[in-house]
Antibody, heavy 121, light 110 residues
């Protein structure tokens, strides 16, 4: 059974960089689109971006200038960095395993439990 | 990119059927058969219920079904059960190779 577990600071100061890691167990990190999704308190889901196991990335256009997703296949984990954070970046951050169809598409079959990151001084 | 449009809330009684709509554009919902639906209970991670418009992952009840017409996708839940009470989100692949979520629909089972 594939399991994903997010880790990282729960509190980040405004203007600093949010850093999270997602550890993948129960399966290989090879193949799949390893993704980050966030959910502000009481609000809906927002896709942040993904990294393919080969290292190629794709980000939400609204966040692309501040987001970096990386992968470490030797450790079976991938990471998120979001720079210049503000209170609007306060959210539960989920990591997820993404699957794609033959000619595109993206859906998530396994999710981490989520981790709340609060941006505050 | 604007979020896909979903009704804020729907409700139904046990045993009834309900449908949740998800409206986008020809650049997302209407342009691809890559719509997914997720169920989220309070404080929990989302769970995949439907992928590629109408496919159910293994283990998901056949009371859940998906369809699409034009720029609008739909999730139908038949034989409503109390445990179906949750938030539901649609998502769609886009012409920019990105992913859009809907704003979410709160399902209340009366």
């Amino acid at each position: 059974q594939v399991q994903l577990q997010e880790s990282g600071p729960g509190l980040v100061k405004p203007s600093e960089t949010l850093s999270l890691t997602c550890a993948v167990s129960g399966g290989s990190i090879s193949s799949y689109y390893w993704s980050w999704v966030r959910q502000p308190p009481g609000k809906g889901l927002e896709w942040i971006g993904y990294i393919y196991y080969s290292g190629s990335t794709n980000y939400n256009p609204s966040l692309t200038s501040r987001v970096t997703i990386s992968i470490d296949t030797s450790k079976n984990q991938f990471s998120l960095k979001l720079s210049s954070v503000t209170a609007a970046d306060t959210a539960v951050y989920y990591c997820a395993r993404g699957l794609s169809g033959r000619s595109g598409g993206l859906y998530f079959d396994y999710w981490g439990q989520g981790t709340l990151v609060t941006v505050s001084s | 990119q604007s979020a896909l449009t979903q009704p804020a809330s729907v409700s139904g009684s046990p045993g009834q059927s309900i449908t949740i709509s998800c409206t986008g554009t020809s650049s997302d919902v209407g342009g691809y058969n890559y719509v997914s639906w997720y169920q989220q209970h309070p404080g929990k991670a989302p769970k995949l219920m439907i992928y590629e418009v109408s496919n159910r992952p293994s283990g998901v009840s056949d009371r859940f079904s998906g369809s699409k017409s034009g720029n609008t996708a739909s999730l139908t839940i038949s034989g409503l059960q109390t445990e179906d009470e949750a938030d539901y989100y649609c998502s769609s692949y886009t012409s920019s190779s990105t992913l859009l979520f809907g704003g979410g629909t709160k399902l209340t089972v009366l």
